[in-house]
T-cell receptor, first 115, second 118 residues
Framework: AAGVIQSPRHLIKEKRETATLKCYPI?????VYWYQQGPGQDPQFLIS???????DKGSIPDRFSAQQFSDYHSELNMSSLELGDSALYFC??????????????FGEGSWLTVV | AQKITQTQPGMFVQEKEAVTLDCTYD???????LFWYKQPSSGEMIFLIY??????QNATEGRYSLNFQKARKSANLVISASQLGDSAMYFC???????????????FGSGTRLQVQP
């Protein structure tokens, strides 16, 4: 079965540079989430999109932005990178089952290292 | 606001034995979902099991079962017959459905690192 696809898997950037992460959700999933997981931390919610519209916003810095495109893929843009942005970035997607809690599936993550 | 608490930073278990990972949650919403995810050292986040707040029976998925005690607000994960490959970080998470067109994201606990010993 198709899973959530993230690219690139690994990324090294210098401080003050810009990075873009891409996410391709599972087909027919209508919601995409972005999470940031720092070393030894639990994942922190950044932002989500439902049917290509931003639906929820978490602890996303103003330097970051995201969007979901007509083909449902999503991109997370990070500018003016700081050392503290080094983390594992997850994209996840969910399917409308009508139940209380649709299962949320995660991609394998994108490792960002800022040097 | 929702909160998930995992009080065991680390756990050890012998291979082939069962182990219980604790999770308590706090929410004022009557409708919610509880999830467990496994994160091996390679980093990916693997869905294990889901329990809805209105589900009458405890969820089971193969060797994983969820001991759901609603009155106590606990959702412990039980792994039976532990295997060496079960060594990983385990996260409990909760989700409350959104009232509008969006879907609320998961709130995670701090995780429990499980080590299975031969």
């Amino acid at each position: 079965a198709a899973g959530v696809i993230q690219s690139p898997r690994h990324l090294i950037k210098e401080k003050r540079e810009t990075a873009t992460l891409k996410c391709y959700p599972i087909p027919r999933h209508d919601t995409v989430y972005w999470y940031q997981q720092g070393p030894g931390q639990d994942p922190q919610f950044l932002i989500s999109f439902y049917e290509k519209m931003q639906s929820d916003k978490g602890s996303i810095p103003d330097r970051f932005s995201a969007q979901q495109f007509s083909d449902y893929h999503s991109e997370l843009n990070m500018s003016s990178l700081e050392l503290g942005d080094s983390a594992l970035y997850f994209c996840a997607s969910s399917h409308p089952t009508g139940k209380t809690g649709n299962t949320i599936y995660f991609g394998e993550g994108s490792w960002l290292t800022v040097v | 606001a929702q909160k998930i608490t995992q009080t065991q930073p680390g756990m050890f278990v012998q291979e082939k034995e069962a182990v219980t990972l604790d999770c308590t949650y706090d929410t004022s919403d009557p409708s919610y979902g509880l999830f467990w995810y496994k994160q091996p050292s390679s980093g990916e986040m693997i869905f294990l099991i889901y329990q809805g707040s209105y589900d009458q029976q405890n969820a089971t998925e193969g060797r994983y079962s969820l001991n759901f005690q609603k009155a106590r607000k606990s959702a412990n994960l039980v792994i039976s017959a532990s295997q060496l490959g079960d060594s990983a970080m385990y996260f409990c998470a909760m989700r409350v459905p959104s009232m509008d067109t969006g879907r609320r994201a998961l709130t995670f606990g701090s995780g429990t690192r499980l080590q299975v010993q031969p």
